[in-house]
């Protein structure tokens, strides 16, 4: 039977790594944000040792618009139960750094606001580089026809992780769409498991559907 593997382990994995690799994301400007359209694949790794099986794989509808806000859909593809299948969404106004989490499933959305609410602008290209330690540069390679550049990641030095300070995976960011994430290992030694996040299709420039950035109409609000 599979691991069961909860919807907070995915999503804090994978914020958790957001937030390092970008910690000045919101405060230095370069001009507009590049919007696009994107499929993603995501496959969670249980780790034992030297060895690893799959527990759980997804796909992910991943879409920015020209304002900077997200949208990410997520529908499982192995490792869930039929009867426990789920379809959910994060929405991430970046006018108002509000997150919506929308469950299509029971028709609600929890609303995250951001402390304080403050706009999301890119990063420049030096508020960016300069984050990045230059000893964690892995090199660069080209994902769906963009060139991305790697990078080494770290967990958080100084936290209560168990993990802190140690080796948190690799991300290859591209500098041409704001430096989004095309590609992330997240080694989460904590629960022993490793999440590979690949983009595998991706339309640059592409403004996507303005009704997705939308609550719908009917879904009750949570806060």
């Not at 499929?39 to 509808?61: A, D, F, P, T």
């Not at 958080?156 to 690799?170: Q, W």
Request: aromatic share 8%; hydrophobic share 40%; with cysteine.
């Amino acid at each position: 039977m599979p691991t069961k593997v909860t919807r907070a382990t995915v999503v804090s994995g994978a914020l958790v790594l957001l937030v390092f690799l970008f910690p000045g994301f919101t405060l230095h400007a370069s001009g507009p944000w590049v919007p696009f359209v994107s499929q993603r694949l995501v496959k969670i790794y249980k780790v034992s040792g030297n060895s690893k099986h799959l527990i759980s794989e997804k796909s992910e509808v991943w879409l920015r618009n020209s304002q900077g806000s997200t949208y990410l859909r997520y529908t499982p593809m192995i490792g869930v139960k039929p009867s426990a299948q789920w379809e959910m969404a994060t929405l991430v106004d970046a006018t108002t750094d509000t997150t919506y989490v929308i469950d299509y499933r029971n028709k609600t959305v929890r609303v995250e606001k951001g402390q304080p609410p403050a706009p999301r602008t890119p990063p420049t290209p030096d508020s960016f580089h300069s984050s990045m330690p230059k000893d964690r540069f892995i090199g660069r390679k080209t994902i769906d026809g963009i060139e991305c550049e790697g990078y080494r990641m770290l967990w958080a030095p100084g936290t209560a992780r168990v993990d802190a300070g140690k080796p948190a995976g690799e991300a290859w960011v591209a500098p041409s769409l704001n430096f989004a994430a095309l590609e992330n290992t997240i080694q989460d030694h904590s629960v022993g498991q490793e999440i590979d996040i690949r983009v595998v299709s991706i339309q640059a420039g592409q403004e996507p559907d303005s009704a997705l950035f939308k609550i719908p109409a009917g879904f009750r609000v949570l806060k």
